[in-house]
């Protein structure tokens, strides 16, 4: 099985500042039939269920704000908010669909500093 | 619009039986994979099974050989029956939608969910 780790835990920082989380792949999710990282974002908001972000690592869902965007590949991933507004306070998960056995990572806290 | 409407959830005790559903509508059902996803009070996701859009289905160890997921396409129906259940199956399952027709694909649209609670 294939083990998503994120880092960190939690996370605060400051209103229009840039905020990074890290996601690593106990194993390559890297799609060899289409060159494409079967990796997944998902903001998660109190009393609501999770919102998709990004997919493919890089490709931002429709109607996503251009300030997320996804980087990486094989098995390091980030997720980045290029200037944090107070919206975007939830938890955020990266998923794995590269294994018919899919994981998401434990979650990271995004606060305001 | 896409909607998926969980229910089934409650209280049922160690060693129970519960069978959640999940009504579809707004999308061609037969066409996408389906997952169930659960969340544990004050804890992260955890996927807990998928099935593609023939049919064929997938488990996490944590549930497999006790969890048993269906779909019916011509109702436009996901279930989930969960078996032997476990204290730690206490959750909210939540129905998802894949955004291609295997199970190797992301989730476009999640249900509310339904609150399992297993204890005595």
């Known amino acids: 099985d294939i083990v998503m780790t994120q880092s960190p835990d939690s996370l605060a920082v400051s209103l229009g500042e840039r905020a990074t989380i890290n996601c690593k792949s106990s194993?390559?999710?890297?799609?060899?039939?289409?060159?494409?990282?079967?990796l997944a974002w998902y903001q998660e908001k109190p009393g609501q269920p999770p919102k998709l972000l990004i997919y493919?690592?890089?490709t931002r869902y429709s109607g996503v704000p251009d300030r997320f965007s996804g980087s990486g590949s094989g098995t390091d991933f980030t997720l980045t908010i290029s200037s944090l507004q107070a919206e975007d306070v939830a938890v955020y998960y990266c998923?794995?669909?590269?294994?018919?056995?899919?994981?998401f990572g434990q979650g990271t806290k995004l606060e305001i500093k | 619009e896409v909607h998926l409407l969980e229910s089934g959830g409650g209280l049922v005790q160690p060693g129970g039986s519960l069978r959640l559903s999940c009504a579809a509508s707004?999308?061609?059902?037969?066409?996408?994979?389906m997952n169930w996803v659960r969340q544990a009070p004050g804890k992260g996701l955890e996927w807990v099974s998928g099935v593609n859009g023939g049919g064929t289905s997938y488990y996490a160890d944590s549930v497999k050989a006790r969890f048993t997921i269906s779909r019916d396409n011509s109702k436009k129906t996901l279930y989930l029956q969960m078996n032997s259940l476990r204290a730690e199956d206490t959750a909210v399952y939540y129905c998802?939608?894949?955004?291609?027709?295997?199970?190797?694909?992301?989730?476009?649209?999640w249900g509310q969910g339904t609150l399992v609670t297993v204890s005595s």
């Open positions: 998923q794995q669909y590269y294994s018919t056995l899919s994981s």
């Open positions: 998802a939608k894949g955004r291609g027709w295997l199970v190797e694909t992301s989730i476009d649209y």
């Open positions: 493919w690592a890089s």
């Open positions: 194993q390559s999710v890297l799609n060899s039939s289409n060159n494409k990282n079967n």
């Open positions: 707004g999308f061609s059902f037969h066409s996408y994979a």
